[in-house]
């Protein structure tokens, strides 16, 4: 299933099940309702340490209700989600991230301000608890192991810079940087490169991968570009309408009819060489920009022009 797939280049073999056999995340049944909507329902899937997973689906196929549901943002009206055996499902936002789930935020504006390096000091500080106080003495601390993790993802020469006048490319890799000061076992990223240009989306989902990879850090992704999907995921799950529809490498969901018809569209195939859809986009395609598609950057998947 996993592992050398033709036309992608691997970072290394993957990792198996971690401690004792076990999956790094398992998700069991989970379920999630809003009035009468069934945003999520009876989901199931597993995920290894060291593995790039994808949830995709059209927009408001319930990909942001899962996260939140793993991430403890939201309680599920059924189902469990097991981090290394250990249950999730009751435990607080505060507490799950202590358990080792992060996540990508945006830097908030109030850190804007800071440079670089006091941005990734301020999430280890936070990570050790000695967060609050007084920030002064504190700028001094931890900076060896910010310049590090600045260097992972090729931020160091910017170390000294304003977080405010970054391009926004280099901010989402400092971003990737503050959720990796959290040493996290599982790392949620929903939308990661929602607003980059392609090649930046492809350079951060690559250094993504290489950082998953060294560090054995599960990441559970969604993105609306089907280049980056293919290109970047080890596995993919496809969400509709709340439930999933369909689980493999990126070739076998590729090919999937279930996936192509409530996914794509019906009529919708793909390139081999680049994953990218290559006839006629999908007619109603729920992800296609021309469905009012607002959350989909411009290369999502039913773009036929992108192709
Ligand atoms: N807090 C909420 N209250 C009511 N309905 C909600 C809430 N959050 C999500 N929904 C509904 O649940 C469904 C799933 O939404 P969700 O945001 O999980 O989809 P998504 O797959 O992340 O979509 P997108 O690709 O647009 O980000 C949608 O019908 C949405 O309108
Ligand atoms: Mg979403």
Same mark, same amino acid.
């Given at each position: 299933?996993?592992?050398?797939?033709?036309?992608?280049?691997?970072?290394?073999?993957?990792?198996?099940?971690?401690?004792?056999?076990?999956?790094?995340?398992?998700?069991?049944?989970?379920?999630?309702?809003?009035?009468?909507?069934?945003?999520? $329902?009876?989901?199931?899937?597993?995920?290894?340490?060291?593995?790039?997973?994808?949830?995709?689906?059209?927009?408001?196929?319930?990909?942001?209700?899962?996260?939140?549901?793993?991430?403890?943002?939201?309680?599920?009206?059924?189902?469990?989600?097991?981090?290394?055996?250990?249950?999730?499902?009751?435990?607080?936002? $505060?507490?799950?991230?202590?358990?080792?789930?992060?996540?990508?935020?945006?830097?908030?504006?109030?850190?804007?301000?800071?440079?670089?390096?006091?941005?990734?000091?301020?999430?280890?500080?936070?990570?050790?608890?000695?967060?609050?106080?007084?920030?002064?003495?504190?700028?001094?601390?931890?900076?060896?192991?910010?310049?590090?993790?600045?260097?992972?993802?090729?931020?160091?020469?910017?170390?000294?810079?304003?977080?405010?006048?970054?391009?926004?490319?280099?901010?989402?890799?400092? $971003?990737?940087?503050?959720?990796?000061?959290?040493?996290?076992?599982?790392?949620?990223?929903?939308?990661?490169?929602?607003?980059?240009?392609?090649?930046?989306?492809?350079?951060?989902?690559?250094?993504?991968?290489?950082?998953?990879?060294?560090?054995?850090?599960?990441?559970?992704?969604?993105?609306?570009?089907?280049?980056?999907?293919?290109?970047?995921?080890?596995?993919?799950?496809?969400?509709?309408?709340?439930?999933?529809?369909?689980?493999?490498?990126?070739?076998?969901?590729?090919?999937?009819?279930?996936?192509?018809?409530?996914?794509?569209?019906?009529?919708?195939?793909?390139?081999?060489?680049?994953?990218?859809?290559?006839?006629?986009?999908?007619?109603?395609?729920?992800?296609?920009?021309?469905?009012?598609?607002?959350?989909?950057?411009?290369?999502?998947?039913?773009?036929?022009?992108?192709?």
């Amino acid at each position: 299933m996993r592992g050398v797939r033709a036309g992608h280049p691997h970072p290394g073999p993957l990792p198996q099940a971690g401690e004792g056999g076990q999956p790094l995340l398992a998700v069991r049944g989970l379920a999630k309702a809003f009035g009468g909507v069934h945003a999520v $329902e009876d989901v199931s899937f597993t995920l290894a340490a060291g593995e790039m997973l994808a949830l995709i689906g059209p927009n408001g196929a319930g990909k942001t209700t899962c996260f939140n549901m793993v991430g403890g943002q939201l309680a599920p009206d059924a189902g469990s989600v097991r981090l290394g055996g250990v249950e999730l499902v009751g435990l607080k936002p $505060e507490a799950i991230w202590r358990q080792g789930v992060g996540r990508t935020f945006q830097i908030a504006e109030t850190f804007a301000s800071l440079t670089v390096v006091e941005n990734v000091q301020m999430a280890l500080l936070s990570h050790g608890g000695r967060v609050g106080g007084f920030w002064r003495p504190a700028r001094l601390q931890y900076r060896a192991e910010a310049v590090a993790l600045l260097e992972s993802v090729g931020m160091a020469a910017q170390a000294e810079r304003a977080t405010s006048v970054l391009a926004y490319g280099d901010v989402k890799r400092v $971003e990737l940087a503050i959720a990796l000061a959290h040493r996290p076992r599982l790392l949620l990223m929903d939308e990661p490169t929602a607003g980059m240009a392609p090649r930046e989306r492809n350079e951060l989902m690559a250094l993504a991968r290489r950082l998953a990879r060294e560090q054995s850090i599960g990441v559970l992704f969604t993105e609306h570009s089907m280049d980056v999907v293919f290109a970047h995921a080890d596995r993919i799950i496809v969400l509709a309408r709340g439930e999933l529809i369909a689980e493999g490498t990126p070739a076998a969901v590729r090919d999937d009819p279930k996936v192509r018809e409530v996914y794509f569209g019906g009529g919708t195939t793909f390139d081999p060489a680049t994953g990218r859809p290559s006839a006629a986009g999908p007619p109603q395609g729920a992800s296609a920009p021309s469905g009012g598609s607002a959350a989909a950057p411009a290369a999502s998947v039913g773009a036929p022009g992108s192709a």
